[in-house]
């Protein structure tokens, strides 16, 4: 479900100790500008290394320090590297495309000796074409989509190894693809300057619906669904090398445009990064010292600056962890790694929030599910109705926040004998009410929006202009009742002096 959660004060820091990795050498700064760089899973991070033999480096995430000298270790495959993916519900099994038309598929494990040597455990062959882009299916295990050289759309079953469609997209290269959140629509950008949306379980494989001219320059582009697939986000440069992003209703079959805004003016594009939790989009580019980062909502005024994070020097790559590797106790809504060419370093985004004790019920609404697989290839196949997964991030034995506020502002009401008094008519005792087990209000932070106080409307009188001015005497007695008045004074508590002292003075 949408939640609006307005966060506006964002920590985010370097992990200095045990969250670098220095010495690396040879990163890779020529990758096509459709992939995305390093990635991330659970267990490693995956930065491919230049060199004709298409070699990724495989660095474990809780192992971090000095790589040694000497020659990089990594796995070899043969061929330039075009785009590289962790599969989300495998946290060992890596797919790679190459610019020979192989998809290798590697089995990694931390038990692994040295990896210059390893074989992939499966490869997927695809008629000589280049491979473009590769995307996992969000829900169904084991589905993968293909974006070709030949302007063409596969969905495979790696597990397989079978090819389940082949689907025509766009009359030029294919700049960027994204599966919605529910896995039933994919979106692709086209060097045609089209933004088109599928439904790969469609044997047609007719666009279902396409909107032309959605970008001035075809030299990159990225597209993605948010605020619960009912938005597509289009980040994209103009002709004069403005980035921008650009909002289209994914609700209407002309994709109607909603908003437009320039972030700044560079020539590398922005790779974004969405956040469907909290409707946080990171955008950061190819040797860019900064991460602008804004919250998204689907009605005006869409996009909410943030603050942003400074680096002292430019990345290559910003590799994102899924919400399972975030310390919710610390307040860390995400976790990343950032890849510059000589170290790795991991960034962790805070909230700033004083009882670190309690689970921020607030902040933390029951995630996406992205790291379980929800069905089957062969039930996807079959046009199965399961949802996206919803799970609570909230460790055994914590409390949340909204009721320990509850839980104290009764006990302050309460009595010592654990009930409420309540005054009876013409002075009576007041009867004792106690209060049930389990009666404070449960959490329901996925559909509760936060929204700023409200205040009691002001009473307005009539000047003699005829203009309406606020009656002052009645607004502070309104406030007046509300706030505890206190008659004692300072020196109440001060101790006086004998009376002879003053006859001596």
Not at 33 to 54: D, I, Q, T
Request: aromatic content about 8%.
């Amino acid at each position: 479900m949408y939640c609006q959660l307005s966060i506006y004060h964002i920590l985010m820091r370097i992990k200095a100790n045990n969250g670098v990795f220095s010495n690396l050498r040879n990163v890779n700064t020529r990758l096509p500008p459709e992939s995305n760089g390093a990635c991330a899973s659970r267990h490693f991070v995956a930065v491919p290394l230049s060199g004709p033999a298409g070699v990724i480096g495989i660095y474990d995430v809780d192992e971090p320090g000095r790589l040694p000298d000497g020659v990089m270790d990594g796995v070899f495959n043969k061929a330039q590297v075009t785009d590289l993916q962790w599969n989300p519900f495998d946290d060992e099994q890596l797919a790679v495309g190459t610019d020979s038309g192989v998809i290798n598929l590697w089995r990694l494990t931390r038990a692994d000796g040295p990896r210059n040597e390893m074989q992939p455990e499966k490869q997927i062959k695809i008629s000589g074409e280049k491979i473009v882009i590769l995307r996992w299916h969000p829900l169904a295990s084991d589905l993968l989509a293909v974006a070709l050289s030949d302007f063409t759309l596969q969905l495979w079953n790696v597990r397989e190894q079978t090819l389940l469609h082949t689907i025509p997209s766009h009359r030029g290269g294919i700049l960027a693809m994204a599966w919605s959140a529910n896995g039933r629509r994919l979106a692709t950008l086209g060097k045609d300057f089209k933004l088109s949306v599928h439904n790969l379980n469609n044997p047609l494989g007719q666009p279902m619906y396409e909107r032309a001219g959605v970008l001035e320059s075809p030299r990159a582009a990225r597209v993605f669904f948010a605020c619960d697939d009912r938005m597509i986000v289009v980040v994209g440069l103009t002709k004069g090398s403005n980035r921008q992003v650009q909002l289209y209703d994914a609700t209407t079959t002309d994709l109607r445009s909603i908003y437009q805004q320039t972030i700044d003016n560079a020539t590398q594009p922005l790779i974004p990064h969405y956040d469907y939790d909290t409707n946080i989009i990171f955008l950061a580019g190819k040797g860019d010292r900064t991460i602008n980062m804004f919250e998204l909502t689907y009605d005006s005024p869409y996009l909410l600056p943030l603050s942003n994070f400074t680096a002292p020097m430019g990345s290559q790559a910003i590799a994102y962890h899924n919400k399972k590797t975030c310390n919710v106790m610390a307040v860390e809504f995400q976790v990343a790694w950032r890849l510059t060419e000589k170290t790795l370093e991991r960034l962790i985004f805070r909230v700033p929030r004083v009882k670190k004790d309690l689970f921020q019920s607030d902040l933390f609404p029951d995630a996406l599910v992205t790291w379980r697989a929800v069905m089957t290839p062969e039930e996807w196949l079959a046009q199965s109705d399961k949802e996206p997964e919803f799970e609570s991030l909230k460790p055994e034995g914590v409390q949340h926040l909204a009721s320990h506020t509850a839980n104290n502002t009764a006990s302050s009401s309460t009595q010592a004998n654990g009930t409420i008094g309540t005054n009876g008519t013409n002075g009576s005792p007041a009867q004792a009410t106690t209060i049930p087990q389990g009666s404070l209000p449960s959490p329901q932070p996925r559909t509760t929006t936060i929204k700023p106080p409200t205040f009691p409307a002001e009473p307005a009188l009539k000047n003699t202009n005829g203009e309406l001015e606020p009656d002052k005497k009645e607004i502070e007695q309104s406030w007046s009742s509300k706030i505890m008045k206190d008659t004692k004074l300072e020196q109440d508590d001060m101790d006086g002096c004998e009376e002879a002292e003053w006859t001596e003075l």
